[in-house]
């Protein structure tokens, strides 16, 4: 087997990790928003609660912001680069992929900065449990669309023949 067939195989499952992780963290944030609130209503509130469904809302956000950046569904004017003639298009895309990649490294190297400078913040119903939790979102999921923006960078540099966003989506599902 080729070496990128097993790097494909590979960010395939990875992919599957982060679907399943942002669905577990969506469905455990909404269970835990409706416990807390039967609980408050019967006098016996939880007061983790709150920011445990933080926790587990910020992580299925970022994580789903990176599903939507790899399926292609995030919002996109493309009504400018597909009237170019195709040379055109494919610079601009990989301009605008180069920028992103920038933009998201930035992301990464303060989100771990912000990481380390919130290590002693804790959430307020949970005492010792480190608010860093939460903000390592933001570093795991923007290196996740990091790869994501490279292999779309990758994909334009090497195969596309000036395609529409549309029909490079449907060619690559991933």
Request: glycine share 6%; charged share 15%; net charge positive.
């Amino acid at each position: 087997m080729k070496t990128g067939n097993k790097i494909n195989i590979l960010y395939k499952k990875l992919c599957g990790i982060e679907l399943y992780s942002s669905i577990l963290c969506l469905a455990g944030s909404v269970c835990v928003i409706f416990i807390s609130a039967v609980m408050r209503t019967v006098r016996m509130p939880i007061n983790w609660g709150i920011d445990i469904a933080l926790l587990l809302f910020t992580w299925s956000t970022f994580l789903g912001a990176d599903i939507a950046y790899r399926n292609h569904q995030t919002v996109m004017v493309d009504i400018f680069i597909n009237i170019l003639p195709a040379a055109i298009s494919t610079s601009l895309r990989i301009f605008c992929y180069i920028l992103s990649l920038i933009f998201m490294a930035a992301m990464v190297y303060y989100g771990i900065l912000l990481c380390r400078r919130s290590a002693a913040r804790s959430f307020q119903g949970i005492p010792g449990f480190s608010y860093s939790w939460v903000i390592a979102s933001i570093p795991v999921s923007f290196s996740l669309m990091m790869i994501t923006a490279c292999r779309r960078l990758y994909y334009e540099l090497t195969k596309n023949t000036g395609k529409t966003d549309a029909e490079i989506a449907a060619q690559e599902k991933i």
